[in-house]
């Protein structure tokens, strides 16, 4: 271990606890100041080359580490509560407007017989239909050859067509 990092590893040991209970003032959940921690000290360790040679220097440093990873925290926390916020919106008219259309039949016959393919051709139908990858993208998503991808896309179609058919003759037999 270098000089530079058995500095920073002393500071970081000396000055931790005094961080957390800095953190948890400043956070609502205990768990979200141990993960700012776990970042802060990720981040001071990475740039230990601004380390000042003081010791004061050193922990003011350390403490301003500290609230600048507690704000992007923030940052983030926020963006991810507004996503939700839309989401929670978005998926709520989209329900009033599925509500108001009445149930559909063949979309849930297709669901299920997509569920019924086997677990490698229903995510390739997943991401090509519903996800709106192309093959080859799919097949880079899944990690898969595009040529092994076009060969279970396509036994997928067949098996598709013979589930939806089978559902189809079922229900007029009812």
């Not at 957390?20 to 768990?31: I, V």
């Not at 360790?45 to 609230?67: I, K, N, Y």
């Not at 329900?95 to 677990?119: C, F, K, S």
């Amino acid at each position: 271990m270098s000089a530079a990092d058995e500095r920073v590893a002393d500071l970081l040991a000396r000055h931790a606890g005094d961080v957390l209970s800095y953190l948890r003032r400043r956070t609502a959940d205990p768990e979200d100041a141990a993960d700012v921690l776990s970042q802060t000290l990720t981040t001071a360790w990475r740039r230990s080359a601004d380390l000042p040679a003081d010791e004061e220097g050193a922990r003011r440093w350390l403490f301003t580490v500290a609230r600048g990873t507690l704000a992007n925290h923030r940052r983030g926390r926020h963006r991810a509560d507004d996503l939700s916020a839309r989401l929670r919106s978005e998926l709520a008219a989209a329900q009033r407007i599925a509500d108001a259309a009445g149930p559909d039949h063949v979309a849930d016959a297709v669901r299920e017989a997509v569920g019924r393919l086997p677990a490698a051709q229903r995510e390739l139908v997943m991401l090509v239909h519903w996800d709106g990858f192309t093959l080859v993208e799919a097949a880079a998503v899944t990690g898969v050859p595009a040529s092994t991808a076009r060969t279970r896309y396509a036994t997928a179609r067949v098996a598709l067509a013979r589930l939806l058919q089978g559902e189809s003759t079922t229900a007029m037999q009812e």
